[in-house]
């Protein structure tokens, strides 16, 4: 495995992990999160894809200063880890508010020839304070109330808010065995930090963005606390994208990757042949 720091133009330091060979795949967490929460993907793919995993600016173990917290500039982060370590013909996937991401960076950078094989949008929304019918967003419809109950819960007591976050992930709301690390690495983003970016996520709209995609998009999504009908959130994603295509999880919650990963390897694998 390699592994490192690339220092972007910013000055910021974002960590990657690289391990196995083949066509890149590229995996980038939600908000709160890190690459660490890959671990069962990265071993279930590098024996036929280079899997690299990075912490955005902020969380895990990536640097932590004070300016770039909107997703434009997570992506403009990622796009300058994947030059520095020379990446083409790719498939770049994210999760949660990592999807969003996606879309900014297809925007700025996806027509970058011979870079960008595929897209994939993990469990996502374009839009959170989206009023539309298809968006399952618990903050859907500029639920101000919401927000500012959240960014409270997050000043009031940072470890309970992690603690009941982290619940949430999960279909049953119960963090299952051999996940004890999930915690303390929550914990890694500073609040401060956190509330900064969360509120640009949910003020971002990137719907005007999925009819422009011209590569194949795998679109994945399953019911969870965090998207309590993600699973139709995820089919009107797809039918909006020239190429995309969906499918649906039944018991991983917002985590599906980890609690379903060989279905979600087999997926990945599946749309990577047909590119």
């Known amino acids: 495995m390699k592994s490192g720091l690339v220092k972007v133009s910013d000055g910021a330091h974002i960590y990657y992990e690289m391990e ?22 990265v071993e279930g793919l590098k024996d036929r894809f280079t899997v690299v995993t990075l912490d955005l600016r902020g969380h895990g173990r990536s640097s932590k200063g004070i300016d770039g917290y909107r997703i434009d500039r997570l992506a403009q982060d990622i796009h300058e880890v994947i030059v520095s370590l020379d990446l ?26 011979g870079r960008l094989a595929g897209l994939g949008l993990i469990d996502m929304t374009p839009f959170p304070f989206s009023s539309g019918e298809w968006n399952s967003h618990g903050l859907r419809d500029y639920n101000m109330e919401g927000f500012n109950a959240f960014v409270g819960a997050i000043l ?29 690495e929550l914990m890694k983003l500073p609040p401060y930090l956190g509330i900064a970016l969360y509120g640009d996520y949910c003020y971002s709209d ?44 039944y018991e991983g919650g917002h985590l599906l990757f980890w609690l379903e990963a060989d279905k979600f390897n087999n997926a990945v694998a599946g749309f990577a042949a047909k590119l």
């Open 88 to 113: 083409h013909d790719m498939i770049l996937m994210g999760w949660s508010m990592g999807g969003p991401t996606m879309l900014s960076y297809w925007k700025q950078f996806g027509k970058e020839e």
């Open 20 to 41: 196995g060979s083949g066509r890149p795949v590229v995996l980038i967490h939600g908000w709160g999160c890190s690459g660490r929460f890959y671990k069962k993907n």
């Open 156 to 184: 009031k007591n940072h470890d309970g808010f992690v603690s009941a976050f982290a619940s949430k992930i999960f279909k049953d709301g119960v963090i299952p065995e051999g996940m004890d690390w999930l915690h303390a």
């Open 206 to 249: 990137y719907t005007d963005v999925l009819p422009t995609i011209t590569v194949p998009v795998l679109v994945v999504s399953a019911d969870s606390g965090i998207f309590p009908k993600s699973v139709e959130q995820g089919k009107w994603i797809a039918a909006r994208i020239p190429k995309g295509e969906f499918v649906p999880f």
